[in-house]
């Protein structure tokens, strides 16, 4: 058990991340107090009947009050809305922070709206499901998984050691912990997320649409590549709605790279240039190995889905 780093947090907002945060910090023993609200009461009545919170309050300002840590787990677009509504009862000294994996838009929208002697600490923990809502988290999501943090660029002692104090935090759920200027988080994150992402929504979409081929047989024979891209096209469409819309820059910018790539794969097809095939499935099968080789995933076909542990 670890020692509490924060005295009370405050969740606001509590669907697979928030309550995965609510879950972790609570086993780990790193906050003291849980205070959470969410602006859906179906939400707020099934927080109570999980008991994940000391407090499942009627409104965000009570939630914030006296909060050492201030988590902020709505979609993206409405991140800044939540940190107006709450900003004026926030205590001085607290931490604000977000898991939105979205970061420039965020940075800015929490820079106009906290207050100073508040510490501002945007973040994005890399984890998460299909799945959404208070009974979709669990308390080992973080773990050996990576949280990105973008602070801002400051000599302040006193915002350094709430940085220090929340890398603990996240250290403590069991994630690694990474600090990154937030534009290069949101290109970094646009390609390894929102693209592919986006092209599972359209993959989806596009089967959907065919009228040669049957919903029925588009489910019958899913086993095959279709299966792994209807399981991220199942996420949140709101959130991910929102992402699209506030990272859209970098999101343009990979998905005109991607592209082009995928007209010149288009031709060696057409050509018959197996070699140029061969040679980039043989690169792109090391990045896979690569990926199971750092502990991002797992080489089973369920994606190691079945290990989560409550």
């Known amino acids: 058990m670890n020692a509490v780093i924060y005295p009370r947090m405050a969740m606001i907002g509590c669907g697979l991340i928030g ?3 609510v879950r972790a910090a609570r086993a780990q023993g790193v906050v003291g107090t849980i205070a959470v609200f969410d602006t859906s009461p179906a939400a707020r009545e099934r927080i109570l009947a999980l008991g994940l919170a000391d407090e499942v309050a009627e409104d965000a300002r009570a939630a914030v009050a006296d909060a050492d840590l201030v988590v902020l787990a709505t979609p993206p677009l409405s991140i800044g809305a939540a940190a107006a509504v709450v900003a004026d009862a926030l205590k001085p000294g607290a931490t604000i922070t977000d898991v939105g994996s979205v970061k420039t838009a965020v940075a800015q929208a929490l820079a106009e709206t906290i207050p100073d002697g508040v510490h501002v600490i945007p973040g994005h923990p890399i984890a998460g499901t299909e799945k959404s809502g208070p009974d979709a988290g ?6 050996d998984r990576w949280t990105i943090l973008t602070p801002r660029v400051t000599a302040d002692p006193a915002y350094a050691e709430a940085l220090e104090r929340l890398t603990r ?4 759920l069991g994630a690694h912990v990474d600090l990154m200027d937030e534009r290069h988080h949101d290109l970094v994150l646009a390609m390894t997320s929102h693209v592919p992402h986006l092209i599972a929504y359209n993959i989806v979409g596009t089967a959907a649409d065919l009228e040669e081929v049957t ?3 588009v489910i019958k024979y899913s086993a095959g590549g279709f299966r792994d891209f209807t399981r991220i096209a199942a996420s949140d469409p709101i959130m991910w709605r929102d992402v699209f819309l506030a990272n859209k820059d970098a999101v343009l910018e990979i998905l005109g790279r991607f592209t082009e790539d995928l007209q010149a794969l288009s031709r060696a097809i057409r050509w018959g240039e197996g070699d140029k095939l061969q040679d980039l499935f043989t690169r ?3 990045i896979r190995r690569g990926v199971i080789d750092a502990g991002q995933e797992t080489p089973e076909p369920d994606f190691g889905r079945q290990r989560r542990t409550p």
């Not at 669990?138 to 773990?143: G, I, K, N, P, R």
């Not at 935090?169 to 403590?172: G, K, M, N």
Request: net charge negative.
């Open 19 to 21: 309550s995965s945060v």
């Open 138 to 143: 669990f308390a080992s999501l973080f773990q």
């Open 169 to 172: 935090f996240w250290e403590a």
């Open 215 to 217: 919903r029925g047989e």
């Open 284 to 286: 792109t099968r090391e």
